[in-house]
């Protein structure tokens, strides 16, 4: 799959902005709200952010890392790898079901959790705008990055970008059921 590399990073930049308004406007609701569970198997909207936050914290370093180690410049469009396509697409929020097993170390349920969740949730994507804006100046498909489950498998950088965002988009709905039923 071909895409502009400056029209992708934009709605990329725009869907990350969505996020941020969207959670700082959830963060004044009471604590109770972000500790309801729809069922006891379900995750509650502090354990949707922490989810996301435990793979910004492989994510974001990983990106940075190898953007700022690249000497690949920005291609006028990015072509998308068959896996990282895939990966991409999957992460996409489904209208019905959809639901996906999470790997026990990035599986928050039970986890004593504060409001410091959602402080660097925000943070995490303060700092995936600032990669978005040096994407800009790179090459979305030459550049390539580490997955979270394996250091062997590499990603074009446009769809690791992809994949963080449009998971993070799932897992905020997700969590936006869960505030407001």
Excluded at 23 to 48: D, G, I, M, T
Excluded at 111 to 137: C, G, Y
Excluded at 156 to 170: A, K, P, Q, W
């Amino acid at each position: 799959m071909k895409f502009n590399s400056v029209q992708l990073l934009e709605e990329l930049k725009e869907l990350t902005e969505n996020h941020v308004l969207l959670v700082n406007k959830w963060k004044e609701l009471p604590r109770e709200n972000w500790v309801q569970r729809p069922n006891e198997n379900s995750w509650n909207a502090l354990e949707c952010l922490e989810h996301l936050n435990y793979y910004g914290n492989f994510y974001l370093p990983e990106i940075e890392q190898q953007m700022k180690s690249s000497n690949f410049s920005h291609s006028e469009h990015f072509h998308s790898g068959i896996l990282g396509n895939y990966f991409a697409k999957s992460m996409l929020p489904k209208s019905k079901g959809g639901k996906m097993k999470t790997f026990k170390e990035m599986n928050p349920i039970g986890k004593n959790l504060d409001h410091s969740v959602i402080e660097h949730f925000i943070s995490q994507q303060e700092k995936l705008r600032e990669l978005l804006n040096l994407a800009h100046q790179k090459n979305l498909t030459k550049i390539k990055t580490s997955i979270s489950i394996s250091k062997r498998i590499k990603l074009r950088l446009g769809d690791t970008l992809r994949i963080v965002i449009y998971h993070n988009e799932r897992h905020l709905q997700q969590a936006e059921k869960t505030l407001f039923g």
